[in-house]
Structures are given as C-alpha cells and as structure tokens.
C-alpha cells in the first residue's frame, strides 16, 4: 500500500511538473493569472465569494490564496487526479472548499462574486455540452457578478498552423522541454475548439454579455463578461471597481 501511494504522489508531481512545464512555454501566459487575480482583488466586497471551474492544477487557487487572502474559493474539477493536484500546490491548511464533480453539483443556493473558466472550456464538445457549461456558470453569478474566461480559439487551422514556429522559437528561448512543447502542439488539433465568432455566440446564448477580449498570445485567448441582464441595469451610481466598472464598459462607458 505504502509503495502504491508513494507511486501515486509521483505521479501527480510529475503531471504537474508537466502542466506547469507546457504553461511556461507559452507567451505571457501569466498574465491572465495576474489579470484574474487584480478583479478578484478589486472586486468591491472585501471578502469576495469566487468560483475557480476546472481548478486542476492548482494554478488560480495559488494565485488567489497568495493575493487575493479574504476572498472564500469554491474550485471545482470532475477529475480526481487533476483536482488532487490542486490540493497538494495549495496544502493542507487551505480553507478553499474542493468540489469534485461540475458547475452543477454544487449546492443550489450557492453563488458567487466572481467565476474563472480558464482553459477548460476547450476540452468541452460544442454539441450543446459548451452552451450548458456556460449556462450553469450564469445561474451561478450574483448580481453584478464577473466571469473571466479563457480558451485555445483560433478561426481556421491555418491560423494555428502559422503560429506554431513562434510557439515554438518562444518554447526553445525559455529552455522549456521537448516533451512539453510537443504534448501541446499534437494535443491542440484533436481538441474541439471553436472559432472566436463562435465563442461570442455561446456567451449570448448562454445569457452573458458580449465577451470583451482582455489578452490573447498565438491561439490562447482570454475575456471577461457579466450577466447580459445585470449589465443592461448598470447604474452610474454603483461603487467603483468591480464587475460594474467593466459592465459600464461593455455600454460603452468606461468609467
Ligand atoms: C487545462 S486544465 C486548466 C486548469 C486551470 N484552470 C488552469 O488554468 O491552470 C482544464 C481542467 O478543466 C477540467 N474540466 C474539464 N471539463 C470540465 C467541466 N465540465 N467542468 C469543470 N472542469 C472541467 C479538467 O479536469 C482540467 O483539470
């Protein structure tokens, strides 16, 4: 039993070692963790209730646990293993509430300040299974609520195939390994991606506002968005900062 659990531990080590691996190899990737991190922290609640879906990794739960301390995470990932990772980059000690499962299991009453859905919803079929994640994040959003949201999208497979001797030449200039770059580059064309017209589509579908793109590096893409119904109540007698900034924004008022 002892040698299993010791093999089982390793395995997660290195599984993160490599997710951590094939993120570095990305250009400014970071920075949608640290954009994400700002509106978590500039949210106007001071103990902001914030969502993380697909929390594998651990990525947000680290970044928001160092920065972003009073606010209360909900992270959420249907995968056992990638969810285990998330609880060993974080420790035991953490008060993050870990849900294995999805957006729907939580319980019914629970909403939130602020969502992330960042790099899960490619790995999703755009058979009605990408409209229903998205749907089950909106009924999860309070009043006012953010979602900050990031995808693979590219528009035609050429685009993507134009752009990989600059992931590439970037991979090789911070040294990140062979293994990394290739598991990317071969996983990205077997994944169900959708164009960016697409992406904007299923946000109205799904009840949100039109997505505002706040960073994109070769094909990694993120936005955020608020509830089409709350945005359209914005008034310019809100507090400032928080999801009723960019909600202004999306009316085109940037405060
Ligand atoms: C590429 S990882 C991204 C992890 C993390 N968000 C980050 O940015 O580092 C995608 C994660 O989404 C999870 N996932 C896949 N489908 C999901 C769903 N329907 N709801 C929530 N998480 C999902 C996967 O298990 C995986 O852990």
Redesign the pocket.
């Known amino acids: 039993m002892k040698i299993e659990h010791q093999e089982t531990r390793n395995d997660d080590i290195d599984r993160l070692a490599m ?1 951590r691996e094939i ?1 570095r190899a990305v250009p400014g990737l970071d920075t949608i ?1 640290r954009l994400a991190l700002s509106l978590v922290a500039d949210q106007p609640s001071a103990t902001p209730r914030v969502l ?6 651990g ?2 739960i680290e970044t928001f646990g160092t920065g972003a301390p009073k606010a209360t995470i909900t992270a ?4 056992a293993e ?1 969810l285990a990772m998330a609880r060993r980059v974080v420790g035991p000690a953490t008060s993050v509430q870990f849900v294995e499962g ?2 729907d299991d939580l319980r019914p009453d629970e909403t939130f300040d602020v969502a ?1 859905s ?3 919803m490619h ?2 079929a755009d058979d009605g299974a990408k409209l229903a ?1 998205l749907r089950a994040i909106r009924a999860r959003l309070a009043t006012g609520g953010l979602l900050i949201h ?1 995808d693979i999208c590219h528009n035609d497979p050429e685009e993507f195939e134009r752009l990989v001797p600059i992931y590439k030449a970037h991979a090789r200039h911070v040294g990140a390994t062979a293994d990394a770059t290739h598991l990317e580059l071969q996983a990205i064309p077997t994944l169900p991606l959708v164009t960016s017209d697409r992406i904007h589509a299923l946000f109205e579908q799904a009840g949100f506002a039109a997505p505002r793109e706040v960073f994109r590096s070769l094909w990694y893409r993120c936005w955020v968005s608020v509830p089409a119904s709350k945005s359209k109540k914005a008034t310019p007698s809100a507090p400032p900062g928080g999801s009723q900034d960019i909600a202004n924004y999306d009316q085109g008022k940037p405060t």
């Open positions: 997710y993120q963790y993380i879906v697909g929390a594998g990794g990525r947000e959420v990932d249907p995968s990638n999805r957006v992330t960042l790099l899960v790995h999703i994640y990031a």
